[in-house]
């Protein structure tokens, strides 16, 4: 059997929660924007670079009117809107618990894709959802030893913004899907990241905070 799709999640899934690390103390010295920004251009470099070399190509010119269209907008809700939220909620609640909330990616991907593209979904799949909300639960809510009341142990703001942040993260990969199709996924990452640059100039931009950049 070829295990490469389940190999190349659990890579991502360990590269995901050393940048997670990394990233909450970049935004606490420099400002969760500023480190939006600058891993934005440096990732769009070195995937280009990449690209150049296995495609033959810096820049991803080959791609239809379409999928522009629908891989800008999930560069704009996945990098942008997802993003922004999910690197505020490192500065609030900590990368370890912001990671806990993003295990709702899937849940809410599968879910979007059920609504948008019309996915079908397993009892199974369903039965996974609710196993991860609960987990979460679990791990967020504190029940007091005096009155037996559950609380919760974080910041509601923080798990707000962490909730978007995993909103933003699923929507884009959805949406995403409509412009990949059969065009190559580094390429297509390459225009998500590029409406991602072009979002936060645009955002930084209107809040004139690139002072603080």
Not at 74 to 97: A, E, N, Q, V, W
Not at 125 to 154: P, Q, V, W
Not at 180 to 197: L, V
Request: proline share 2%.
């Amino acid at each position: 059997m070829n295990y490469t799709g389940e190999i190349a999640a659990l890579l991502t899934a360990i590269f995901w929660t050393i940048t997670a690390i990394a990233f909450e103390r970049a935004s606490l010295k420099v400002g969760s924007l500023s480190v939006n920004i600058i891993r934005l251009f440096l990732g769009f470099l070195f995937l280009s670079i990449f690209t150049l070399f296995y495609r033959g190509s810096f820049f991803p010119m080959d791609a239809t009117n379409q999928a522009w269209f629908w891989l800008i907008l999930s560069g704009f809700i996945g990098f942008l809107f997802g993003d922004l939220f999910l690197f505020k909620s490192y500065t609030i609640i900590g990368s370890r618990f912001a990671m806990l909330v993003m295990t709702l990616v899937p849940p809410i991907t599968a879910l979007s894709g059920r609504i948008i593209l019309g996915e079908k979904l397993s009892l199974m799949s369903y039965l996974g959802m609710f196993l991860t909300i609960i987990g979460i639960s679990i791990a967020i809510f504190n029940r007091n030893k005096e009155d037996g009341k559950i609380t919760l142990k974080l910041s509601v703001k923080g798990l707000i913004f962490a909730f978007f942040g995993a909103l933003g993260q699923a929507l884009g990969l959805v949406i995403s899907k409509l412009g990949m199709k059969d065009y190559d996924p580094f390429a297509a990452t390459q225009i998500r990241i590029m409406a991602g640059i072009i979002g936060f100039v645009i955002l930084v931009s209107f809040m004139k905070r690139w002072k603080q950049v």
